[in-house]
């Protein structure tokens, strides 16, 4: 089993920046891939970006070029650093680690882009 918390999340304005952090514990060695994913109301959830054990990285469409995706090994912690924040970027955050087998999600953090 593998356990995760994201952090981080809350209201931000337009334009502005937040990090969210993503802490997994448990059967670690279990993980192949870290990924964030996010869901606004009324709509499916969406990938926004994942990162292997050996670093690769990638990134969906609507993010690209806005938000980075790192992970600290020694922290066993995920970041997603998110800038140039828009309203449409407002959904709950969810944390997701495992590989081909199984897959653990993070109870998620809301993000809020609001003036």
């Known amino acids: 089993q593998v356990q995760l918390v994201e952090s981080g999340g809350g209201l931000v304005q337009p334009g502005g920046s937040l990090r969210l952090s993503c802490a997994a514990s448990g059967s670690i060695d279990s993980i192949n891939a870290m990924a964030w994913y996010r869901q606004a109301p009324g709509k499916q959830r969406e990938f926004v970006a994942a990162?292997?054990?050996?670093?690769?990285?990638n990134y969906g469409d609507s993010v690209k070029g806005r938000f980075t995706i790192s992970r600290d090994n020694t922290k066993n912690t995920v970041y997603l650093q998110m800038n140039s924040l828009k309203p449409e970027d407002t959904a709950v955050y969810y944390c997701?680690?495992?590989?081909?087998?199984?897959?653990?999600w993070g109870q998620g953090t809301q993000v809020t882009v609001s003036s």
């Open positions: 997701n680690a495992g590989n081909i087998v199984v897959v653990y």
């Open positions: 990162v292997t054990n050996g670093g690769k990285t």
